[in-house]
């Protein structure tokens, strides 16, 4: 999670709030290409060489991609399982050269 200051997100939101709902307005099929160009425009204005500012620009963009899964991703596995149950193992292993 971005952990900003409260009071520091509304500027922000308020920069970000026409490009997201411009995105949002383009066929999803368009979408996530747009999304890239926005990104990547951002990465390569804010992170130029060495590498050293290269590294940091993956540790950033590691860092989205796990927050994203943890709250968001995970919330929804959790649900599926409690509504199908786990994907169990195996209990036992076939011998070599048995039929099913």
């Known amino acids: 999670m971005p952990y900003i200051e409260a009071n520091a997100r509304p500027r922000?939101?308020?920069?970000?709030?026409?490009?997201?709902?411009?995105?949002?307005?383009?066929?999803?099929?368009?979408?996530?290409?747009?999304?890239?160009?926005?990104?990547?425009?951002?990465?390569?204005?804010?992170?130029?060489p060495p590498f050293f500012n290269f590294n940091r620009a993956i540790g950033v963009l590691n860092s989205i991609m796990l927050e994203y899964y943890r709250s968001e991703i995970g919330k929804y596995e959790e649900d599926k399982v409690k509504e199908h149950g786990e994907v169990k193992p195996r209990l036992k292993a076939r011998q070599s050269g048995s039929q099913p």
């Open 12 to 48: 922000l939101d308020d920069l970000m709030n026409p490009l997201i709902d411009y995105i949002m307005g383009l066929p999803l099929e368009q979408q996530d290409a747009y999304l890239d160009y926005v990104v990547t425009r951002m990465l390569k204005s804010l992170y130029a």
